[in-house]
């Protein structure tokens, strides 16, 4: 019985899928299978990749799929299939560090009240080089999980009792179906991530939806946010206050009477508050960092992922500071999320330089000669 079950969905993935099954390969801990889940109709030869490796390594075995199922369902086929204490989750396009494995089995080891694990996750491709750095302490997981989901998904290794014994499935139903899962899953267990970088999320490519699909994934964000705060806190939202939490776009980019709907905006987030501060059911200063965290993306166009650090001591620090206080922040962000940006905007500034500089020696050259 392998130690750890690699799941690996798989639709036309054949472009990157040898970088995906080396990783898997080249990992430092060494007990584990590897479940390939290739979908009907995937047909570009993803297939033959994999059972070309399953014949030099057994531990790699493919899943082929005789009907269309769909990501959630194809994951949901490998989880009941795999034979592993944990489960790793692994797209054919990402990559794991070799010692991803090694880190995660010796944390779940060593921390059997937590049932997921993930890592920071770096995302590269054409234009793209920036890491994702999500909350670490299963507390602040919790708190933010309510609000979006700020976990890398193709990082996480669980527990693969906790998933059959609670019925941590994927739902099908769900465009959006790792944020849902995730929004069941603090309801039951514990998540935390090892904060370094494990996983590499190629992102090229890959996040083109359509916008149908897209509207469907920020009606389906709104719902999971309004659900997840009645399940744990009991609070019901109006219909008019979800879309404050769409997940996938800032509300409030483009509202109308923008005023005022952060007003309406700030009496909600105090209402979560006051609610926790009679349920208890989230730790009182994860709820008011992960607040804070929404507000600034409300106000100040922070990205939701943003945070970590202690943010807020009270509710009113929430809401306080002004954009001055965060232009140094976002800079950073901006900096850190568009580095091809600011490295093409330094040549450009040293080739103006060079050129300026040239034609003052020109000047003070000519200057020299009359």
Known sequence: MPEVSVIMPICNGARHLRESLDSVIGQTFKDWELLAVNEYGSDDGSADIVEEYAASEPRIKLLQNTERLGLAASLNKGFRLARGKYLARLDSDDLALPQRFEKQVSFLEDAPEIGICGSYQHHFGKGVDWVHKPPIRPQDMKAALIFSCNL?????????????????????????????????????????????????????????????????????????????????????????????FQGWENFFYTAKNR????????????????????????????????????????????PLSWGGEELAGTIDDVFSGSLRTFLPARYKLFQEYNPSFIARARKIAGLLERIVSREEDQIGDRSETK
């Open 259 to 302: 005023k005022a709907q952060l007003i309406e905006f700030e009496k909600v987030l105090r209402k979560i508050y006051q609610q926790n501060e009679m349920a208890h059911a989230l730790d009182r200063n994860s709820l008011l960092n992960q607040l804070t965290v929404e507000w600034r993306h409300a106000k100040f166009f922070m």
């Open 152 to 244: 890398c998904h193709t990082t996480l290794m669980l527990r693969s009792n906790v998933v059959r014994d609670n019925g941590l499935y994927y739902d099908s139903s769900f465009l959006a179906e790792d944020f849902e899962l995730w929004t069941r899953a603090i309801l039951v267990t514990q998540i935390a991530n090892i904060p370094e970088v494990l996983g590499e999320y190629r992102q090229s490519g890959r996040d083109n939806i359509t916008a149908q699909k897209r509207e469907g994934m920020i009606k389906e964000s709104r719902q999971i946010v309004a659900k997840a705060l009645k399940t744990v806190l009991g609070i019901e939202l109006e219909e008019d206050q979800t879309c404050f």
